[in-house]
């Protein structure tokens, strides 16, 4: 292949590096334009591809006044309609085989209740199985056998009030509530749709968060597993309340001005077949690999065959109905590593970019994760993707048609790993300004991420939030303000530096775990055997926060005042900061970005009066915000009134105060009348 520019993606001209593997970016183009086509021949564009499940799965012709369903199966010996309607008959409505394996039947609109109860019997080289649709739009668990059964849904129109709505804000500079729905809730009990709207969503806004990820909103048989052993793809979790209920919540969020991202899980399934689509039609390579390829071992889980028609098809078409019929504003593409690679990143070092091009690269599934991501923004240009991978593949959020994978950010995951490994293993006088820095700053040239301190995986049971790595079981006893503690205030101080450095530095976009950002204490821990089936750590204590005589609101309110700064001052959305000085006897590290400048001391002891340091400009300097004041658990020692000026050297003069971070803006001169 020829070397010249011309043939050169984009992606190769602007790192070097890459231009050995210039004809596999290239294959990666080509792939996806191959796809494509084919697609745009059959359908008519990647959109009406998207479409299936406009016609898959029940639903019912108003205007003919009968009840359609239908159902691919190519495999199945047949297939029969069972539910309440019936009394569970299963022989009385047998479906008729179609072409390409999609099987039919029709009823009455009088036929078949709304809102009843139903399955498919479905007969085939494994047996006789009662099974739920594999579009099915909800599906309830009866309380007392624990099986799940399909939902004739046909509510009313929902009555949407978001028309003006636009996440062109929210993609620009992404500040992420990553929230559970279910654990919204203060009192011991799985939360619903409609109080994460009416109680989080207001809180939420408050804190100046500005995009709302939500977790296991597609149908789960298993609580605890957070909603990433996804049975139905298309049916919002009825634990959280119905169909509407999350409209409204969506609905909600856009009158509050949040975009709404949720957790999108293409890269497994469950796979149990009395839930999922595991072995649907009787055969093991449906929607999965036959055989061994199509198992995740570790995750317990099955693996799609990102390469069949129909499957493509069935995973594009969900992206479209989570878009179209709940008006989600994009999604965080979960486990994308598995997916990617055949080796799903186990025990892998990616060490060597023939990791990343040469060695077990699914390029099916690369192929897929491109097309999702154009679907994506051709239904709603604004859309926000984002994508969970920790193998750091290049690309993966550049354009398509530069050898990407179209995504907008990526994860920076390794960021929450650094600051568990620093609090757990180093000595607060051992920690390293530069390694600092490196971490903050180490991502990809034209490729945004979002930056954070911590997310739900660091908060589950057998881990620990970072307030409890920081303060343990002292939060237990010394959160009141009326007492002192060494390792309270260590743990204050320490926190609010840790969730700023990370804002200011890491990324293009940031993410907080709901109750994170007042120091929720504790882990998190789900309903199980092992705990009697207790709920006491699947939910959020917002009182904690809300209480004036506890130290938690501290931490909260300097979650919004840091929000609140980077926000106005769009901080994230310029280039990466700019080191001004790195000082690591005093474990101090200043650096600018966009128009303001940031000074990090992170030395537990070192207090120095007339700090200096040189800045891009001289002129007059004031602080708009400082981590040592006293509304936010500080102690009062940095004057925040004083206007600073620099000197002969353009250098600024300030106390610099230990476990302190202050961030300073330009005085912009008052023009002359």
């Not at 290239?26 to 998207?50: M, P, T, Y």
Request: with cysteine.
């Amino acid at each position: 292949m020829s070397k010249t520019t011309a043939n050169k993606p984009k992606l190769v001209q602007d790192d070097p590096w890459l231009e050995p593997y210039t004809e596999e970016i290239n294959g990666r183009i080509s792939r996806f334009q191959s796809a494509l086509k084919e697609i745009e021949s059959a359908s008519g564009s990647l959109v009406d591809f998207a479409g299936a499940y406009k016609e898959m799965g029940l639903h019912l012709d108003k205007r003919k006044k009968r009840w359609v369903y239908k159902e691919w199966a190519p495999e199945a010996h047949s297939l029969h309609l069972v539910g309440e309607f019936n009394h569970w008959n299963r022989e009385s409505h047998p479906l008729s085989r179609g072409e390409g394996g999609i099987w039919e039947i029709s009823l009455p609109e009088e036929e078949l209740t709304e809102n009843s109860l139903f399955k498919v019997q479905v007969v085939g080289n494994n047996g006789t199985w009662d099974r739920l649709p594999a579009y099915a739009r909800l599906v309830e668990q009866d309380p007392e056998t624990h099986l799940f059964s399909a939902v004739a849904l046909n509510e009313k129109a929902f009555r949407w009030g978001d028309k003006s709505f636009s996440s062109k804000k929210q993609k620009k500079q992404p500040i992420i509530y990553e929230g559970h729905v279910g654990m919204g809730s203060e009192e011991a009990k799985v939360g619903s749709y409609r109080e994460f709207a009416d109680d989080i969503l207001p809180r939420i806004k408050s804190l100046g968060y500005n995009t709302v990820q939500l977790m296991a909103i597609a149908e789960h048989p298993y609580y605890g597993s957070f909603g990433y052993h996804v049975s139905n793809f298309f049916a919002p979790s009825s634990r959280f309340g119905n169909p509407n209920d999350f409209k409204y919540l969506v609905n909600k969020a856009h009158k509050l001005d949040l975009a709404i991202v949720i957790d999108l899980v293409h890269s497994h399934a469950v796979k149990n077949l009395a839930e999922g689509i595991n072995e649907f039609d009787g055969s093991d390579h449906q929607y999965f690999h036959a055989g061994g390829r199509g198992n995740h071992d570790a995750w317990d889980s099955k693996l799609f065959n990102y390469g069949k028609w129909e499957v493509k098809q069935f995973l594009l078409s969900n992206v479209r109905y989570w878009m179209e019929e709940y008006h989600v504003d994009g999604f965080r593409f979960d486990g994308i590593t598995s997916l990617m690679y055949l080796h799903h990143g186990d025990h892998v070092s990616f060490d060597h970019y023939d990791k990343y091009f040469v060695d077990q690269v699914d390029w099916d599934a690369l192929s897929y994760l491109q097309l999702a991501n154009t679907l994506a923004h051709e239904i709603n240009p604004e859309a926000i993707t984002i994508a969970e991978d920790m193998s750091g593949m290049p690309g993966l959020c550049r354009p398509v048609k530069e050898g990407g994978l179209g995504f907008d950010f990526r994860l920076q995951m390794g960021i929450p790993d650094f600051w568990i490994k620093y609090l757990k293993h180093k000595n607060d006088e051992d920690w390293n300004v530069q390694e600092l820095w490196s971490v903050m700053t180490n991502r990809r040239y034209q490729e945004r991420s979002i930056a954070y301190a911590e997310s739900h995986d660091q908060a589950i049971v057998g881990d620990k939030t970072v307030a409890f790595w920081l303060m343990d079981k002292e939060m237990y006893w010394h959160m009141n303000k009326e007492g002192e503690n060494l390792i309270i205030d260590r743990g204050i101080a320490l926190h609010k530096m840790i969730r700023l450095f990370t804002m200011s530095l890491g990324g293009e976009g940031y993410l907080n775990f709901m109750g994170n950002e007042f120091g929720h204490p504790e882990w998190i821990d789900f309903p199980r055997e092992g705990n009697n089936w207790s709920y006491q750590h699947a939910r959020r204590q917002w009182s904690l926060a809300d209480a004036e005589y506890l130290k938690y609101h501290y931490l909260k309110d300097f979650d919004a005042a840091m929000i609140d700064v980077i926000s106005q001052h769009k901080t994230l959305t310029v280039n990466p900061a700019e080191q001004l000085n790195l000082d690591e006897v005093n474990n101090t590290i200043i650096v600018k970005r966009g128009d303001l400048i940031f000074v990090f001391n992170f030395h537990p002891e070192n207090a120095i009066p007339a700090y200096q340091f040189w800045v891009p400009e001289e002129g007059d300097y004031k602080i708009i915000l400082s981590s040592d004041d006293p509304e936010y658990g500080g102690f009062n020692r940095v004057n925040t009134k004083m206007v600073y000026t620099t000197n002969e050297e353009q250098k600024l003069s300030i106390y610099l105060t230990n476990r302190t971070a202050l961030v300073f803006q330009k005085v912009k001169k008052k023009k002359k009348k």
